[in-house]
């Protein structure tokens, strides 16, 4: 597979929707090319930006409407130059919604503009969820494909893409192999990604700098640490000094904590 190849599968490689040959071309052709490797991690930011907010975007009625009406003019003869300035910003329009990322950029930003919505954080766990879902469902290519704790933790600590000292936990006497693991970035930060295959279902460990943040209603603290159900996802949060750990799972929660040894 070449660049240009690559080119044209990164959207539905991000989507999830490349067949089983075009992955393993595409995980081949990864582990000699950055260029692609980064392109598809900036391509899967995105889609997590909009995937983290769970919002369903509609673009206001005013701008379909205004947006057909230049269209139509588009095709008429225009005299005065304003006119044909006119219409070659809605040219521009046209070429940017032609493009399926660009669309949802510009879309978001006609409906932020249109109400007048500030821009919201993303959620934390959303992003950790879309990070596990990521993770768990084949479409995550592994940079590091270390099995033993240790190794993986070296890794991780000599990339030079971390702003602090990890540690990866060694879950194997709770059931839970590391099938690999990445350096991402969850609403900002630098985070160490650990997933383990368990005996029931994937998990996945995100490790990054700073303290917990503040939880909604709904969130549980046994000893020291705390829990938090999310959708059909159980968080367990774990701070630890100038680190928190979050650790993903789609076990329910009770089932979740006893395999660790927690009594909620």
Known sequence: MTCDEYQDLVAAHVDGQLNPTELQDVNTHFLSCDSCRERFAEEQQFHLAFASRRVLLTT???????????LAR????????????????????????????????????????YWGFPTAKPNLFASAVAQYELATTDQRVFTY??????QLEQAFN??????????????????????????????????????????????????????????????????RDLVYTYEQ?????????????????????????????YRS
């Open 60 to 70: 206001p009625p005013v701008v379909l409407t205004q947006l057909h009406e230049a």
């Open 74 to 113: 588009e095709a008429a003869p225009l005299p005065s130059w304003r006119q044909r300035l006119y219409v070659h910003r809605v040219s521009l329009l046209s070429f940017f919604f032609s493009h399926r990322l660009a669309t949802a950029a510009v879309v978001m930003a006609l409906v932020l503009a």
């Open 233 to 261: 996802y159980t968080v367990l949060i774990i701070q630890e000094s100038d680190l928190f750990c979050m650790l993903v799972s789609r076990l329910p929660r009770d089932v979740f904590l006893q395999s660790f040894g």
């Open 158 to 223: 000599a990339s030079g893409q971390l702003d602090f000292s990890t540690h990866v936990l060694d879950l194997r006497s709770a059931g839970y192999r590391i099938r690999g693991g990445n350096i991402v970035r969850v609403n900002g930060h630098p985070t160490a990604m650990t997933v383990y295959r368990g005996p029931e279902a994937d998990l996945v460990c995100l490790r990054q700098r700073g303290a917990i943040p503040p939880l909604p209603p709904g969130a549980m603290q046994i000893g």
């Open 145 to 150: 494909v270390q099995r033993d704790p240790r």
